[in-house]
């Protein structure tokens, strides 16, 4: 591995994940905040469940493996919530299995290490008309109406097996406009969106009570910013405010 060992920081879920190192995504977001701090590891995979993540859970995460992640954020269920397809294939899954698949993938990377976290993103809402304007029929079996039982079941499970969960449902829909600047095809971030679940996930790990923090600002800097060569601009300084735009102002609800 390449050194010096930094806290991992996993994402694990379907497109939600594997799209966001793209179009300033909030993955990419993350792995820019944390630069000189944690390691953001992606691991996603468009089109699939929480079924399926359950095949590959002792793959992706071993419990033997000699270093284990810090954190895993995860995110299902946007495609479990779609409706069953009359061939008896596709992507849905029950709602009741949906809870006890994530129930599963929980109690796996928490029992990793007593110093690994998990925090569950819920699925977000979706613009159904744009859904239907880029992938006509393809993606007929998606609604919000379908989605919502799966978030807030989700949310349930997150304070049953003591997870924190990010009510990325919530979230979006506060954001002025939500519906025509959220989303590039109806389902997907774009870089508003993005900017609005690396705001929530912060402000998660900030507040989480963790010994040690992950917030990026409590972890230690990887090496000295300038080795004291003089510089005229503190490197130090530029990199505390160069993601000044995701910090809490106050009176704001989120960070």
């Given at each position: 591995?390449?050194?010096?060992?930094?806290?991992?920081?996993?994402?694990?879920?379907?497109?939600?994940?594997?799209?966001s190192f793209s179009d300033n995504g909030w993955g990419s977001t993350l792995a820019n905040i944390y630069s000189r701090t944690?390691?953001?590891?992606?691991?996603?995979?468009?089109?699939?469940?929480?079924?399926?993540?359950?095949?590959?859970?002792?793959?992706?995460?071993?419990?033997?493996?000699?270093?284990?992640?810090?954190?895993?954020?995860?995110?299902?269920?946007?495609?479990?919530?779609?409706?069953?397809?009359?061939?008896?294939?596709?992507?849905?899954?029950?709602?009741?299995?949906?809870?006890?698949?994530?129930?599963?993938?929980?109690?796996?990377?928490?029992?990793?290490?007593?110093?690994?976290?998990?925090?569950?993103?819920?699925?977000p809402p979706m613009n159904e008309r744009q859904i239907e304007r880029v992938f006509g029929d393809a993606m007929s079996g998606?609604?919000?109406?379908?989605?919502?039982?799966?978030?807030?079941?989700?949310?349930?499970?997150?304070?049953?097996?003591?997870?924190?969960?990010?009510?990325?449902?919530?979230?979006?829909?506060?954001?002025?406009?939500?519906?025509?600047?959220?989303?590039?095809?109806?389902?997907?971030?774009?870089?508003?969106?993005?900017?609005?679940?690396?705001?929530?996930?912060?402000?998660?790990?900030?507040?989480?009570?963790?010994?040690?923090?992950?917030?990026?600002?409590?972890?230690?800097?990887?090496?000295?910013?300038?080795?004291?060569?003089?510089?005229?601009?503190?490197?130090?300084?530029?990199?505390?405010?160069?993601?000044?735009?995701?910090?809490?102002?106050?009176?704001?609800?989120?960070?």
């Open positions: 591995m390449v050194g010096p060992g930094r806290p991992q920081i996993v994402l694990f879920g379907s497109s939600i994940v594997q799209y944690a390691d953001i590891i992606l691991r996603g995979y468009a089109g699939w469940n929480s079924r399926f993540a359950l095949k590959v859970l002792d793959k992706v995460f071993p419990k033997n493996a000699v270093i284990q992640p810090s954190l895993v954020i995860v995110y299902f269920g946007g495609n479990d919530s779609m409706n069953p397809h009359p061939s008896g294939h596709g992507p849905h899954v029950p709602l009741t299995e949906f809870i006890d698949n994530m129930r599963k993938i929980g109690e796996h990377l928490l029992s990793l290490s007593d110093k690994t976290r998990v925090i569950f993103l819920t699925p998606r609604s919000n109406e379908l989605c919502r039982p799966y978030v807030e079941a989700l949310l349930n499970l997150c304070r049953e097996i003591n997870v924190k969960g990010i009510d990325l449902w919530t979230a979006i829909q506060q954001e002025d406009d939500w519906l025509n600047i959220c989303f590039t095809d109806g389902i997907h971030f774009t870089a508003k969106a993005s900017e609005i679940v690396v705001k929530e996930i912060l402000k998660a790990v900030r507040e989480a009570d963790w010994k040690p923090s992950l917030y990026w600002k409590s972890l230690p800097v990887e090496f000295p910013f300038d080795f004291d060569v003089p510089n005229s601009i503190s490197l130090c300084d530029l990199n505390l405010t160069r993601n000044k735009q995701l910090e809490s102002q106050p009176g704001t609800a989120r960070l």
